[in-house]
């Protein structure tokens, strides 16, 4: 099968799945029980995208760009709420999630309009390199996501409401560490 094909496929299993079916899928991912059915880190980029749009935002799903026959990017996905375009990244990993990350979605903001911001959604925690990057390498557009506030605003269908917090704090403090657990920096 084509990775289309995948994705495809990928696409029609999650879509058939309401919040529950998501939140099973989280424990499962989040208990590190894999399944043939969801490669690694495939899960995660299908399950949040499902739960951003059951919360009513308007999601693309993950997909390659080309340009005259060379694959340029391969986006996990874009999310639209609020008037707001947000390309997100994920990372279902157990180590912590180093600068790359971060430089990777930063370089795929520079190919988009300047009003474009980013979402890295990490199922653990960040390197403190990683950390010292994103409070370094203005603008404040990559907004940081760790496993323990995806796992809440999950179980309280929350992403929504947890984007516009971080953003507003990015808009205000010039920072993308906000925790949502309880509201102080990452890190």
Known sequence: MTDEGRSGEYQRRVLALEHRGLLELWE??????????WPAGVLLEYLILRAFQLEGAEVTWPYRVYQDGVLLEQID????????SCLVEFKDVTRPVDAVAIVKLKSQ???????AIGALFNTGE???TALTLARMLPPPDVLLWRGSEIDVALRERRLIEGMRRKLRYAVEMGLVELN??????IG
């Open 180 to 185: 949502l657990m309880d509201g102080r920096k």
């Open 109 to 115: 903001l520079l190919r988009r309009p300047r009003t």
């Open 28 to 37: 499962g991912l989040r208990a590190g029980v894999t399944t043939a059915d």
């Open 77 to 84: 996905g874009v999310v639209y709420f609020d008037g707001e």
């Open 126 to 128: 960040f390197s403190s």
